[in-house]
């Protein structure tokens, strides 16, 4: 049994991507959590985690320095092209500082089944403003940093997706040769 908790956290973002040269215009933030959402209850009420069946990466405890690593695979541009899993599978990624908003493309929307619950309006390079459509996605995650129920644009034309704000914005990143990690952020 999948069971998923839902949070909605209303805000506005502003955010220009220099990759893409798309200006994400409104978006709503999820809580990053490490928490597993595959598991069974049983007849005693005691949880039990499947997320190995279900494809999720483990269940992940806050790293004892609470920083979260995650291997760069290639690089496009220069700009870090990155493994995360959407609910359970895998995609390749760029991670985007410019980004507000997190990006994926249509065939990665296709592949998880996902169905259009409303439209963003983005401003795209040439000034012109365009809709997207939009769907929420129960979990999102990367080396062991997890963000559930994010929502996220579907661009029919981009060929890879995009990594943006409203996943590791609750962190500082710092981007190494062969290597990125998410620092909490201090006050």
Do not use: W
């Not at 809580?31 to 269940?59: D, F, H, K």
């Not at 929307?109 to 619950?117: E, G, S, T, V």
């Not at 409203?166 to 990690?181: A, L, Q, T, W």
Request: proline share 5%; aromatic share 6%.
């Amino acid at each position: 049994m999948k069971r998923l908790s839902f949070q909605f956290l209303p805000a506005t973002l502003v955010g220009l991507s220099l990759t893409t040269g798309i200006v994400m215009v409104i978006g709503h933030p999820a809580t990053a959590i490490a928490q597993n959402t595959c598991y069974m209850v049983t007849s005693s009420g005691q949880r039990v985690s499947l997320g190995t069946l279900c494809g999720e990466e483990p269940a992940s405890k806050t790293p004892k320095d609470g920083i979260y690593r995650v291997k760069i695979k290639r690089r496009l541009a220069s700009t870090p092209v990155i493994d995360v899993i959407f609910n359970g599978k895998p995609f390749e990624m760029i991670l985007d500082t410019g980004a507000s908003s997190t990006l994926i493309t249509r065939d990665m929307a296709n592949a998880l089944r996902l169905k259009p619950i409303g439209y963003r309006k983005v401003i795209i390079a040439d000034g012109s403003v365009v809709q997207f459509p939009v769907s929420s996605i129960g979990s999102v995650s990367t080396g062991g940093l997890t963000t559930k129920n994010l929502e996220v644009t579907i661009a029919d034309k981009a060929d890879v997706g995009l990594l943006g704000h409203d996943f590791f914005g609750r962190y500082d990143v710092k981007i190494k040769r062969n290597s990125i990690e998410f620092h909490p952020q201090s006050n």
